[in-house]
């Protein structure tokens, strides 16, 4: 090659490189259209449906609230606390602590704690008066009836939270156990007396 | 041809999309985190977390950011399929945003030439903290952390010895008639440091369920720091 002789490429004028159309192929859609499917598959399996409380390793919210630890009587402490702040706190204070000349303490009272919930049932349904001890203390007060203003369910609510509330750790009280006292039909206000005479279960 | 509008509106997309992915999504997710209460464990109460830094924390975060200790250590515990951060002892529960509600940067880190700090206040006191700054090796034999000298003083006792000066081995120990006392930046520091603790479990995050038997679970062993540096194995 003559090396005076100057190259092909310095003499001819390239063309200005021009975007032209062109189809796009067939198997490129295809392989978009797959890796779009399969990425849809898998936000739906390790996503956790976006949600802000699921976190590696649960999959979802449901698997996240069936790990946390369940409280089955926490809708009932609720819904008791609702009724003790309608009615019980004007006297036995949201504290539970009542007030001399008022009302007995419900915290560590032995009628509130006892093992079963039925004279404590006896007691809002039907009202209690006269002299009653409490804690080593005498109180000689009266309590108004609550049955009338509130169902079985409603009543064993709000026993269920006064005897979980304020350090008190006595087990729920089921409905039942209203239900039952509600159908003896007491006449009148119960007295400590009485109720001592029933049954503790 | 004039691709100008057509290019304009690809990379517009492109932009859009990625915003969209990473600070509208992430906003409108997590947006309204604030503090919430701890899952109930047991007869503990339930209690308000996180809480915000107190000042002389905060104050230590700056410290933290500007020395770039975030280079070396993270703040985050990994979930239990991820690493092996739980078993180590790092922390109880994996880290969840929540943590962060109040960090601000949250200084996360990315590299683990040291060990992850979200949970260090659990695991250390002030002292720990010193001796750590002024001389890594004395607590983690063969530690590559610098030693951060600066952030004290050595300077003449008076008229009583400091109540704060360091207690030192002799190869560190201070001449005869001077104390090394930590300056307002350490003291800063190690209130942040003591201050970062990922503590009781959240909805997100709820306690392990009891074991059924009363064995002794496998991670119960408290490890504080990393093992002392490793023994020649007789041969």
Known sequence: ?201 | MNSGPLLFLGLFATMACSWTGFVLGPQLQLGSLAQTNTVVVGDALSQTYPLAQPGEAHAGAEIYRANGCAACHTEMVRPLDLGSDLQRNWGVRRSLAEDYVFAQPVMLGSQRIGPDLANFGRRTDTNGIYLRLYDPGLITRGSVMPPYRFFFETRKIGFFPSPDALVLPDQDAPPAGFEIVPRPQARALAAYLLSLRQEGYLFEAPPPPLPKTNAVPTNAVATNAFPAAAKPVPK
Not at chain 1, 12 to 31: C, D, F, H, N
Not at chain 1, 176 to 195: F, G, I, N
């Open chain 1, 1 to 201: 090659m003559n090396p005076d002789e100057p190259t092909k490429a310095v003499n001819q004028k390239e063309a200005e490189p021009v975007a032209g159309r062109s189809t796009v192929p067939i198997w490129l859609i295809v392989v978009f259209g797959l890796l779009f499917y399969w990425s849809q598959l898998f936000l739906a399996e390790n996503a956790g449906g976006f949600n802000k409380d699921v976190y590696r390793p649960y999959p979802s919210f449901e698997e996240v609230a069936a790990a946390n630890p369940q409280d089955p009587e926490a809708k009932r402490r609720a819904e008791g606390r609702r009724v003790f702040m309608t009615t019980c706190y004007a006297c036995h204070l949201e504290t539970g602590l009542g007030k001399e000349g008022t009302a007995p303490p419900l915290v560590g009272s032995e009628w509130v704690l006892a093992p079963g919930g039925n004279r404590i049932a006896h007691i809002v349904l039907y009202g209690l008066t006269g002299p009653i001890n409490v804690k080593g203390q005498d109180w000689n007060l009266t309590m108004l009836a609550w049955g009338g203003n509130y169902n079985d369910e409603q009543l064993a609510d709000v026993l269920t939270y006064i005897r979980s509330q304020w350090g008190n750790k006595a087990g729920p009280i089921d409905p039942q156990v209203v239900k039952a006292a509600r159908a003896e039909a007491r006449p009148r206000y119960e007295t400590s007396d009485e109720l001592l005479k029933l049954p503790v279960q």
